[in-house]
């Protein structure tokens, strides 16, 4: 049998970051190979991770990441079992790796299942387990594409959001303006096209029902429910909204926000929160 030095002891923890006791079993039942030890340590902590496979994942943080280019993303939402692993780098880390793949596959909506599976993440998942031991999943993940790209986490990582637009912004501020608008805000979709069509019409048939109760003509029923329907469009799509940021540039929507610094249009919008 192969003398377990303790420098070749030291390395693997050094490379595992896992106990000192755990690092000289696996160099023991390797005979002290060092790769078939990180390999039987790897294997031991998915039989770890199957036995956690049930706990409750309520805690977690938003992962994110953009290109070299500045033109593709990707966004996830990534769950633990507690506040501490949630901060934990190695988490934050493993989330943001999540959200590389998620922005290289070249999907829209990339499948969970297809990222967890992928082998470079699971080698990744796998040692990070073994260092947090924690159950982990990754819920949610979207891959984003613009002319530019700005993105903002809170500083407690549990919700973020990616934006879309389709030119670079002159002036630094306004993408992360934005994205803390939109987080603060919590707008249904981009514009008018991406409000479901379900909530207009019951909202169009509750304030008819109102109106008509209150014995109004029906021309000025037909005013009342359309400037509630506008109200509501001006409260839930992004571009409507009068921005957050009035000490900075007034009461403008938006859109008027974005026109005055070049951008014609918000391409995408993805908001995420933990369990949300």
């Known amino acids: 049998m192969a003398e377990i030095t303790a420098k070749l002891v030291k390395e693997l923890r050094e490379k595992t970051?896992?106990?000192?006791?755990e690092c000289k079993q696996a160099l023991t039942e390797c005979d002290g190979d060092f790769e078939a030890a990180v390999e039987w340590l790897r294997k031991k902590h998915k039989g770890k991770m199957a036995d956690r496979s049930g706990k409750e994942t309520g805690e977690g943080r938003i992962g994110i990441y953009i290109d070299g280019s500045g033109k593709v993303g990707g966004i996830?939402?990534?769950?633990?079992?507690?506040?501490?692993?949630?901060?934990?780098?190695?988490?934050?880390?493993?989330?943001?790796?999540?959200?590389?793949?998620?922005?290289?596959?070249?999907?829209?909506?990339?499948?969970?299942?297809?990222?967890?599976?992928?082998?470079?993440?699971?080698?990744?998942?796998?040692?990070?387990?073994?260092?947090?031991?924690?159950?982990?999943?990754?819920?949610?993940?979207?891959?984003?594409e613009g002319e530019y790209l700005t993105t903002y986490v809170h500083h407690d990582g549990k919700s973020g959001v990616m934006i879309a637009?389709?030119?670079?912004?002159?002036?630094?501020?306004?993408?992360?303006?934005?994205?803390m608008h939109a987080t603060f805000a919590q707008p249904l979709a981009v514009d008018r096209s991406g409000i479901p069509q379900d909530a207009v019409e019951k909202l169009r048939a509750e304030a008819r029902e109102i109106a008509v109760g209150e014995g109004k003509p029906e021309q000025v029923v037909e005013k009342i429910v359309e400037g509630k329907v506008n109200a509501f469009y001006a409260e839930k799509a992004l571009t409507e909204q009068l921005h957050a940021r009035q000490d900075v540039y007034g009461k403008k929507k938006v859109i008027d926000v974005l026109k005055e610094s070049g951008v014609n249009a918000v391409l995408d919008m993805v908001y995420m929160k933990v369990g949300q």
Do not use: H, W
């Open 165 to 179: 637009l389709d030119a670079v912004p002159n002036g630094d501020a306004i993408g992360p303006d934005l994205c």
């Open 76 to 144: 996830v939402e990534f769950q633990c079992e507690t506040a501490p692993v949630a901060k934990n780098d190695l988490f934050v880390n493993l989330a943001n790796a999540y959200a590389k793949k998620a922005a290289e596959t070249g999907e829209k909506e990339p499948s969970v299942d297809s990222l967890r599976s992928d082998s470079e993440m699971d080698s990744m998942y796998t040692e990070t387990f073994g260092k947090l031991r924690e159950a982990m999943n990754l819920v949610k993940a979207r891959r984003v």
């Open 17 to 21: 970051d896992l106990p000192m006791m």
